[in-house]
């Protein structure tokens, strides 16, 4: 299987032993969850030789655990474009009470008209990967842009527009090729913005930089 991971893919363990990223001691609750759902969302951090940054989600919002793991425990990843692709959420029952698995239909829709892959992140894609139901009815919809090369700031204003018109509140997230930065942000002209790299945050003038 390639292992080949990016920030947002999600990863379903064989083995759900973590490898520690501080000397803290890992929460009591995060054993259970992954016994329950054995999956976990790659964190934008370094890699730690060979391990996987990791981040494991707790049933309340403040349940938040960074670990690795080693790629021997991973029995499948799914990126948030192969969510979108795959269009779960047309079968699930929940679709019809939660905004933002409803709203994904739209957002197909207007992405398209940009030629840009996308895909749902944070709680909806987990709950699209895994079928555990982490969305709630008022759950904001996180979604993955890959913006390769320079998106114009006219462009982003206008797709920002058309997300803001959705029965869901929409995050968005550019990727370029130095890291990420808010849709939102980015839309508005101002800069410096802020682009979350994989050593941290920094703030830039121009987010693809010499990436194009």
Not at 39 to 54: D, G, K, L, Y
Not at 85 to 91: D, I, L, Q, S, T
Not at 134 to 149: E, F, G, K, N, Q
Request: aromatic share 6%; net charge negative.
């Amino acid at each position: 299987m390639d292992l080949t991971v990016a920030p947002h893919d999600l990863l379903k363990l064989g083995d759900t032993r973590l490898i520690p990223s501080s000397t803290q001691s890992e929460p009591s609750w995060v054993a259970r969850v992954l016994t329950e759902t054995p999956w976990v969302v790659v964190r934008r951090a370094p890699m730690a030789t060979e391990f996987i940054p990791v981040g494991v989600r707790g049933k309340q919002r403040s349940e938040r655990h960074a670990a690795f793991v080693s790629p021997e425990t991973v029995i499948a990843r799914i990126s948030p474009e192969r969510l979108a692709a795959a269009r779960n959420w047309k079968a699930s029952p929940r679709t019809g009470t939660v905004a933002a698995l409803k709203a994904l239909d739209e957002v197909e829709e207007i992405l398209a008209a940009y030629r840009l892959d996308w895909g749902p992140a944070g709680s909806v894609g987990f709950e699209l990967a895994s079928g555990a139901p982490t969305a709630a009815s008022d759950s904001d919809l996180d979604i993955v842009i890959r913006s390769p090369h320079r998106l114009s700031v006219q462009s982003a204003r206008s797709l920002c527009d058309r997300l803001a018109g959705l029965q869901a509140q929409v995050d968005a997230l550019l990727e370029t090729p130095g890291g990420a930065v808010s849709l939102r942000e980015y839309a508005s002209g101002h800069v410096p913005v802020l682009q979350r790299t994989l050593y941290g945050p920094r703030l830039v003038e121009d987010p693809w930089g010499d990436g194009e």
